[in-house]
């Protein structure tokens, strides 16, 4: 890449001393695969820099507040931020995160996947490339649907049914008081037709399609598809719930997959999935995406080589063994039409088109406050009383919306 790094070489000088190592932070990952990465983009560098691979904490508050005090700090040994997909706003807001532009910006989007771009923008301005993206499926037991449910009213009535049998009818979903929760809510005021905030970001924007998702919510919270410990129930504890039998549907990451393979195959036999459930028959559904944005950090010492090198980091060949091997959906379009991606991915056609209709949770600065309203005030699912729930919601954004600095 010796054109882009003399196309950035404006935004910064690098040491002549010797090959610089370029500090790259980003989730602890058990596959081994971001490591190659880091080893591979150095080497494709012919000695120009060194990647180092450093592990943030595993939860993404741990991260967050780590990469928030060496920024807020001005810690100039972070050169590559791994940043969840709600950060972008709200560091590039601070000012700590570099914009890229130009012929950096050019290939980040080029056959970059859209709503995956939309996480890295900030008031019309890309400050990250999308690493990798998630986005939920529903997962179901074909020996008890042949059939799978189209609308959240269908999946609760077939739930309804399977209790009345005394066959395993719970729906497994994330309803603990986390961002999980929020992502729950998201997902169904988006598939709705509504938004939790208005497109300028200035106001919340929830309404009816909002009053609609949290009754789906209370009435799923009220009926027999709710697993008994809803209230504290995360991804892995659905997604154990579902290996163990007492399960029918399972709303949830694709992570589940090589489990339930490895865990139960007996089940397994059966274990189908289908997209994520719609609000309404003929609207879309539009399920939350996840992942991971590489953002350059404004403080960074070689901010033309990490520029370079995050675009390494997350180019074809990296991103398909991120997929295979750590199990993380690409954000290229193409590698959706690989062999070797969809051998591995049985579920690839779902998941793109998941991706291609999908939402985002709100992009704002003060995003940890808005999420913190939602799952508050959903918590828990069978307390939300949809008109004044959102009523409540909407008062807290608003106050949050309206706050100064950065959230702590």
């Known amino acids: 890449m010796p054109l882009l790094a003399s196309v950035l070489a404006g935004c910064g000088s690098d040491d002549t001393s010797g090959p610089p190592t370029l500090n790259w932070y980003n989730f602890p990952d058990d596959s081994g695969a971001l490591q190659k990465a880091a080893d591979s983009c150095g080497r494709a560098s012919g000695g120009r820099y060194r990647i180092s691979y450093n592990k943030l904490p595993r939860a993404a508050d741990g991260q967050r507040e780590q990469l928030v005090r060496r920024l807020a700090a001005e810690d100039s040994s972070l050169d590559i931020l791994g940043l969840d997909v709600t950060w972008a706003a709200e560091f590039a807001e601070a000012r700590w995160i570099r914009e890229w532009t130009g012929e950096a910006k050019a290939r980040a989007t080029a ?78 005021v988006n598939s709705a037709g509504g938004s939790i905030l208005n497109s300028a970001a200035t106001a ?18 009220d009926s027999p598809a709710a697993d008994p410990s809803l209230p504290n129930q995360m991804e892995d504890q659905n997604r154990l719930a579902m290996e163990a039998g007492t399960a029918a549907f399972e709303i949830n990451y694709p992570f589940v997959h090589p489990s339930m393979k490895a865990n139960n195959p007996r089940l397994f036999e059966d274990f189908r999935w289908a997209p994520y459930p719609r609000v309404d028959a003929d ?5 939350t995406i996840g992942g991971i944005d590489l953002a350059v950090s404004a403080y960074s010492r070689h ?22 091997e750590g199990g993380l959906p690409p954000t290229l379009r193409g590698l959706y039409d690989e062999p070797e991606f969809v051998r591995d991915y049985p579920f690839a056609k779902e998941v ?48 949050a919306l309206r706050s100064e600095g950065v959230i702590p």
Request: proline content about 10%; aromatic content about 8%.
């Open 303 to 324: 901010p033309g080589l990490a520029f370079e090198a995050a675009l390494c980091l997350r180019n074809r060949e990296n991103q398909l063994a991120a997929a295979i």
């Open 204 to 221: 919340p924007s929830l309404g009816p399609p909002a009053v609609r998702a949290a009754g789906i919510m209370r009435e799923l919270a």
């Open 352 to 399: 793109l088109a998941a991706l291609e209709s999908a939402s985002v949770r709100p992009l704002t600065p003060a995003y940890q406050n808005v999420s913190i309203a939602v799952s508050h005030t959903l918590s828990p699912p069978s307390a939300i009383r949809p008109e004044s729930s959102v009523d409540t919601i909407e008062e807290q954004i608003d106050q």
């Open 111 to 188: 056959g970059t996947l859209r709503v995956p771009l939309r996480t890295a923008t900030w008031k019309g301005r890309l400050y990250a490339v999308p690493y990798n993206t998630n986005t939920q499926l529903l997962w179901y037991r074909k020996d008890l649907v042949p059939t799978p449910p189209r609308t959240w009213s269908e999946m609760l009535d077939m739930s309804r049914e399977l209790a009345r049998e005394r066959r395993p009818h719970y729906v497994e979903i994330q309803g603990a008081q986390y961002e999980g929760l929020t992502v729950w809510f998201n997902s169904l």
């Open 283 to 287: 609207r879309p559904s539009r399920p």
